[in-house]
């Protein structure tokens, strides 16, 4: 069973505050995503990691960053938050690239 | 990048039925999973299947590679099964690739 957390579930906030959202996984895997969600929609990826040090941003273009300064913890920081910013960011990590992805429960974001 | 396409898009299934959803993929994958999405929003693992057959309960997943193919079947259906089941492939670049997704219904 994967052991992967995201804080908080769900947060409300005012357009230009400075919020991260935080993932955290148990299991020693060394890769770790995000994927950015609209409800209904489907998954896009926007930061990746394959280990300490090491992240690269993904598909869909986002204003959001990202680091790994620790194997178990993949933090995503937005510096001014906006309206368009609202959506579900799902974190994720695999024991290595082409095995299994386990997902966390999501953070739930709304600007306002 | 890899084209994913999910159908039907959306189904409606009355308790006990059985139903299969399918996985179309444009390239040769590595990697090819099915989730379930609960209405909370947690995506389920429920099969790693970049090849094969497997079953768990009443799902079963079957995955054709070389006709670039993969077939979700749910049994006997049940209320809980509701919510949305998405097909995730990595070609060769490390990343997963969603499809649309498929919203299942089960109605009692």
């Known amino acids: 069973e994967a052991d992967i957390y995201q804080t908080p579930r769900y947060l409300v906030i005012g357009t230009g505050k400075k919020i991260t959202l935080e993932c955290s996984q148990t299991?020693?895997?060394?890769?770790m995503y995000w994927y950015q969600q609209d409800p209904g929609m489907e998954l896009h990826l926007i930061h990746y990691?394959?280990?300490?040090?090491?992240?690269e941003k993904g598909d869909l273009s986002s204003e959001s960053t990202v680091s790994r300064i620790r194997t178990e913890h993949f933090p995503l920081t937005l510096e001014s938050a906006r309206p368009s910013h609202t959506s579900q960011y799902l974190c994720?990590?695999?024991?290595?690239?082409?095995?299994?992805?386990?997902f966390g429960p999501g953070t739930r974001l709304t600007v306002t | 990048g890899i084209q994913v396409e999910q159908s039907p898009p959306d189904l409606i299934l009355q308790e006990g039925a059985n139903s299969t959803l399918r996985c179309n993929f444009s390239?040769?994958?590595?990697?090819l999973q099915w989730f379930h999405q609960n209405p909370w929003g947690q995506l389920i693992n429920l099969f790693y299947?970049?090849?094969g057959t497997k079953q768990n309960g009443r799902l079963s997943a079957t995955t054709v590679a070389t006709e670039r193919y993969s077939l979700l079947y749910i049994s006997s259906s049940q209320t809980t099964d509701s919510g949305v089941y998405f097909c995730?492939?990595?070609?060769?670049?490390?990343?997963?690739?969603f499809g649309a997704g498929t919203t299942v219904t089960v109605r009692a």
């Open positions: 390239d040769s994958v590595n990697n």
């Open positions: 299947i970049p090849s």
């Open positions: 990691s394959y280990g300490v040090n090491s992240t």
């Open positions: 995730a492939v990595e070609h060769n670049d490390y990343k997963l690739s």
């Open positions: 299991m020693g895997h060394d890769k």
């Open positions: 994720a990590s695999s024991r290595d690239t082409s095995y299994e992805q386990y």
